[in-house]
Each structure stands twice: as C-alpha cells, then as structure tokens.
C-alpha cells in the first residue's frame, strides 16, 4: 500500500481543543460535602459524523439535595449518550429541526435515568436534584438544551459572543429548575442556531455565572466579552488538555474566584480548529 493509500485510510481526528473542570465550593468544603457540579464532553469518534462534532454537558446538583452530585453526574452522562446514540445513524443528515429533537430526547433520556436510580434506591427524585445544560455541534450547526440556571455562550469568527441559553433562576433568589422535576418540561430551553458555525463554546453552573456575564440589565445578562475572550486566548497557548485541565482548576479555586462566589463551579471551554 503507498503513502498516498495510507494516509487517505487515517480517520479525521476531532478538531476541538478543550478545558473543563468542576471544583468544590468553599462553602462546601466548609461542611465536608461533596462536589456537587459535573462537567463531561465527548469529541465523537462516530462513524460517518464530521470531525468536528462534538457534546458537551455541565450539571449542577442542587446544594440541599443529598445525593445530587449522583445526579449531576448521571445526568450529564446520560444525556451525552443519548445524544451519541441519535447521532450514531446519520450524523450527516442532522438538520435544525432534528438537532432540536435530538436535544429535546437527550433531557428526558436524562430525566428518567435519574429518576429511575433515585427510585432503584428507595429515594425521592428530590434527593438527585440537578440542572442541566446539554450542547451539540454537528454538521455545522450549534445546538443547546437547558434545565435550569448557568448558561451555554458561543462565538465565530468574529469574536461576538452570543447567549445560546438563558440562566433560568425562577422567580425567587436562588431558586432554578431541575431536571428530576416532574413538570422539568415546562421549564426546558431549547435553541439551536443554524448560522453559526461556532469557532468558541463555554457552558458554565450558577457558581461562575455572575463573573462571566454582565448584569447591568438585570433581565438581560450578556456575556461579558473580556472574560470569554481572556480564557479563550490562554485556551489557545496551552500544550495539551491536561495543562489546560491544570491550568483552569487553578483559576477556578484562585482566591480572586473564591473571594466572589462560595458554590461549586464549573466551566468547560471549547475552541474549534480551522478545518
């Protein structure tokens, strides 16, 4: 077999450069409890699929729910998986309304994964409260589902970030949706936007939210531009995804972070190569 035979027979490889981390509050640390946030992601080695797909989720398990960091965990994964398993058959025939299905399913896949482990131990789905923010980005297209609070904010190429999501913080302080919810539908986001071809995507829980995005009009938060275009300039400069892990654990537990916000935090940063 020559060269040319050879490298034609090499499989794309994925064409995201990716940090993700979740660390533990302070105010957890305080009381010995657990981290209760989640973040997970798969650059999908799906057959057929394009080589830029990729899913991403950050859940964040309620702080009085005593088994949510379970649920955060599980429901991240589940909805990944479902979403994996949607795109497994023609990933290239995905088209916005179908990115919205798939979206829409991942949630209630979800939903029922986590409720169904609440019920197998004898517990109420109260006791597994998450929310959960689910992201795709496959044939071109950028696609974001939401239960609850943090948010999903994406760019192109120039540099203008976008709310894909919106913080869903209920109508009282400190108060969200969850996933595990009866009613979770009721409250579900879902957007999927076929003209951007995103080149930046961070996804974050409510223990960052109010650093990244700008409230000065508190109905309509924004994300604060030099934040998003600092993290993503220092994405750019790290060797490889274990010194970005490093590297964004250590911003996350900084003291100047920590001096803002006592919760659980979670951010996952992803940037496109150019194909």
Known sequence: MGDRELAGAVPDVPRWKMASASVVGTAHLRTGQPCQDSTQFRCLPITGAPADTLIAAVADGAGSAPYSDQGSRLAAASSINAIAGSLAGQPRSVDPEALQQILAASIDAAHHAVNDLAEANEHRPREYATTLLVAVHVNGLLGAAQIGDGAVVASGNDDEYALITHPDQGEYANETSFVTESRYLDTLQVSVIPGLRARYIAMFSDGIQNLVLDYRDPTEPVPHTPFFRGVFSWLEQQPDELSAYVGLRR?????????????????????????
């Not at 911003?251 to 194909?275: G, M, Q």
């Open 251 to 275: 911003f996350l537990k900084s003291p100047r972070v920590n001096a803002r916000t006592n919760d659980d935090l979670s951010l996952l940063l992803a940037r496109r190569a150019e194909a």
